[in-house]
């Protein structure tokens, strides 16, 4: 069974939204997607509530559909995968994966 993995995020204060999101084009969607557990990997930049003017709790949210869980662990313990990861939790701040079925 397909499984999305669902990451909300905001930036460290020292992280400028342009240095985010160069790396976040240039560098994380691209290597995401190569990974052969992943179908489809995208990131969201949030930018309002619906029907609130407050702001969203999360500037960020990252959907990942893994075709293979235990491929997708092997993935992301590569060498390659771990340089990224570290890259992203040196940029990201109240980070939140959650791992998700589809119902239906």
């Known amino acids: 069974m397909a499984t ?5 995020f905001n930036l460290k204060p020292d992280i400028s939204v342009a240095d985010y999101e160069t790396w976040a084009t240039q560098t994380d969607i691209p290597t995401v997607n190569g990974l052969g557990s992943v179908d489809e990997f995208a ?21 990942i559909d893994v075709n293979d869980m235990d491929g997708f662990g092997t993935d992301v313990g590569t060498e390659a995968m771990q340089a990224v990861a570290a890259e992203f ?5 109240d980070l939140v994966f959650i791992l998700t079925d589809k119902l239906g």
Request: aromatic share 10%.
């Open 4 to 8: 999305k993995i669902v990451a909300l």
């Open 43 to 63: 990131v969201f930049k949030s930018v309002g509530l619906l029907d609130s003017e407050d702001a969203p709790p999360y500037k960020y949210i990252e959907i």
């Open 89 to 93: 939790q040196a940029m990201a701040d």
